[in-house]
């Protein structure tokens, strides 16, 4: 039976509260899929039909790479430079990247300096130049403190398979 016949006062309640709670999960659904920041998109959207991307100084984290990087490949699949200097990526944020990266055919150029990249991150970076070997990787001002580190690096990436 249903309840308005059992209770009239708790229907208009009941499907009010029903009501509400359906728009609120359609709020948070369209905001959760909508979080990108604008200026972020703007300057993907620019991008698009050019070889390279400029996402230098946008204060991009590891948790905003994902998207990001999903909506490039969306927008403009045939880039082939990515400049993300000056951002907020670490260790997740490097690994993250580089598993997108095989999204693409033929990456020239990642530009990371000024991140806050370690050995680890910086090793699943290094790795992809196994599968671009022109790959271009400007790295300087992460948290690689010298040169031996980065020779290390570079051949712990050759032995790394995706």
Do not use: W
Not at 39 to 54: D, F, H, M
Not at 116 to 129: H, T, W
């Amino acid at each position: 039976m249903p309840i308005r016949e059992l209770h009239p006062e708790k229907a208009t309640f009941a499907s009010f509260r029903a009501k509400n709670d359906t728009l609120l999960k359609l709020f948070y659904l369209i905001n959760e899929v909508e979080k990108m920041r604008p200026e972020i998109l703007s300057k993907i959207t620019a991008s698009i039909g050019s070889q390279k991307v400029n996402l230098a100084n946008m204060n991009i984290t590891d948790n905003e790479i994902q998207e990001i990087m999903d909506k490039i490949q969306e927008l403009n699949p045939n880039v082939s430079k990515f400049d993300l200097d000056n951002n907020k990526l670490s260790n997740e944020g490097a690994l993250i990247l580089s598993t997108c990266l095989h999204q693409f055919h033929n990456v020239s150029e990642l530009s990371l300096q000024f991140n806050k990249i370690g050995k680890e991150g910086a090793i699943n970076i290094f790795s992809l130049k196994s599968n671009f070997s022109n790959l271009d990787i400007p790295f300087h001002g992460n948290r690689i403190t010298n040169v031996q580190e980065m020779f290390e690096i570079e051949n712990l990436a050759q032995q790394k398979k995706f």
